[in-house]
């Protein structure tokens, strides 16, 4: 087993990256396990990891940061995952791209909770110069993906799939925490006169997207 002196003696670039994902990998387990994000503190992460919290705080500014490059990871996961799913359907349809963006963002909720939050919570408290990266990265992994959707149906030009990209990810921040309400709030909108304020994250996203897209479609 990997022990906090094993990780103190690490002084090669090789090393220090593996510190680096393996903290990565170590909040990934407990988000995964059920840890909400704004209980994930870099105490327990630090104790979990096996490392120093002085150790941690030489790769991430806070945790904020680690969950911003944890949000990146995963982005750059789900998008391979959509990337490869747009594949398997050229000359793909308005229903086809929507059914494929809405699944892929749920085969990665984790993304899917961090986005939920970002706006809120991970953006007001990292550096200038992180968040300068972090958009740029974001703004790279969106056209890029603009790029394939042109691709795959290029029914639309390309300026209009940045614009749907960069609107459909509003709209995930927006509906990925409506869709999981708090208990009490849950046991309210199980009434039957309520069943319209419910909302089921795939299904809505799906008609959400294809909204979009319809609206985007030349006149």
Known sequence: MTTSETFQRARKPEQKEERR???????????????????LGLNELARKAQMTKSNVYRYFENREALLLALLEEESVLWRDELVERLAITPQATAEQIAQAFAGASVA???????????????????????????KLNSLA?????????????????????VRFVRLAMAMLIGLWPLSRPASALA???SLPELQVLRYDFETDFTSGLLLLLRG???V
């Open 21 to 39: 994902m393996h903290l990565l990998a170590t909040a990934k387990a407990a988000l995964h396990g059920g840890t909400e994000v704004s209980d």
């Open 108 to 134: 990665y909720p984790l993304m899917c909770r961090l986005f939920s939050v970002l706006p809120s919570i991970i953006e007001h408290n990292v550096s200038r110069e992180r968040l300068t990266e972090f």
């Open 141 to 161: 992994l969106m056209v890029g993906l603009a790029e394939q959707l042109h691709l795959s149906a290029p029914t639309l030009p390309f300026e209009s799939y």
């Open 187 to 189: 046991g309210v909108l």
């Open 216 to 218: 985007l479609e030349p």
